[in-house]
């Protein structure tokens, strides 16, 4: 089975600075596919940025990004100029992608929760 | 239309009720999920539906019984249950090659 660690329970930061919330996993798998979610106070679970494994080059979505280093199964996300509306908890989730059909469900870590501080 | 909307946003019920929650999408997609999730708790997987058929019970109790009546509803009947069920039920779907699952706002359930 997979796992998805977050060590980072709570990170606070000061709006306008960059900020990394760390994630490590553990796969016997080759072909996977690794996101990031946020979860505000509202509750909605929306989707920050993917990656996939077989993919070497790391994903770029404005001003979030990840350094993704498989060998090492650490996928971590970097927030630059933090803004107040990135406060929300964040999540790692795993995902394989061998299942044909793509029905396989999301293994998340236990969340970073993130504070932007004004 | 990139949305997945979940009825109703709460609901209490009693140990003895039977109720039903929904949801619903129309992207296309051809696997969708359910999701519980516990206060400040990640959400944990219940059930995965791929082309309206179960492929994933992750031994869920028999009093959560889910169903998928069409390609774009996905339902999830309630009966009998206890406290320890109240929890946020998070419905999500996903066109499956890209493997990005969309989802919905969430209905929370609080049993009495």
């Known amino acids: 089975a997979q796992t998805v660690t977050q060590s980072q329970p709570e990170m606070s930061v000061q709006e306008a600075e960059t900020v990394t919330l760390s994630c490590t996993y553990d796969?016997?798998?080759?072909?996977?596919?690794l996101f990031w979610y946020k979860q505000p106070p509202s509750r909605q679970m929306i989707l920050v940025i993917r990656q996939e494994a077989y993919k070497q080059q790391n994903a770029t979505e404005n001003r979030f990004s990840v350094n993704f280093q498989k060998a090492a199964k650490s996928f971590s996300l970097k927030i630059s100029d933090s803004q107040l509306g990135d406060a929300a908890m964040y999540f790692c989730?795993?995902?394989?992608?061998?299942?044909?059909?793509?029905?396989?469900?999301?293994?998340f870590g236990k969340g970073t929760h993130l504070i932007i501080q004004p | 239309d990139t949305e997945v909307t979940q009825t109703p946003k709460h609901l209490v019920m009693g140990m003895t009720n039977k109720k039903s929650l929904k949801c619903e999408q129309h992207m296309g997609h051809r696997a969708m999920y359910w999701y519980k999730q516990k206060a400040k708790k990640p959400p944990e997987l219940m059930f995965v539906y791929s082309y309206e058929k179960l492929s994933i019970n992750e031994s869920v109790p028999s009093r959560f019984s889910p169903e998928c009546p069409n390609s774009s509803l996905l339902n999830l009947h309630l009966h009998a249950l206890q406290p320890e069920d109240s929890a946020l039920y998070l419905c999500a779907s996903s066109e499956g090659q890209n493997g990005v699952q969309f989802f919905g706002p969430g209905t929370r359930l609080t049993v009495l």
């Open positions: 796969t016997s798998e080759s072909d996977y596919y």
């Open positions: 989730a795993y995902r394989s992608a061998t299942t044909g059909g793509g029905a396989d469900g999301l293994t």
